[in-house]
């Protein structure tokens, strides 16, 4: 299992497409959420999201990540 611990995605990642540059901005902080169709809760960080089934763990997650990345933890209404 792929946690965040085990990738940090880069700061800043650029593409060249065609005749433009598209430029993916840093992530402004963590979402926490619980999944829409189910009991299981997801941490976001960027393009890259974790699933957990209980909120204790999700949070647990996202505390790291807050703490590593130096970025705010958000919770989604759902």
Known sequence: M?????YL????RTHESGSGR???FPPRCIWITRESSSSAWV?????????????????????WLSKNCG?????AAG
């Open 22 to 24: 598209l430029v993916q």
């Open 2 to 6: 792929m946690t965040a611990r085990s």
């Open 71 to 75: 970025l705010p933890i958000r919770r």
């Open 43 to 63: 941490v976001l960080h960027g393009n890259r999201g974790w699933l957990f089934g209980d909120f204790r763990a999700a949070l647990g997650e996202a505390h």
């Open 9 to 12: 995605p880069n700061r800043q």
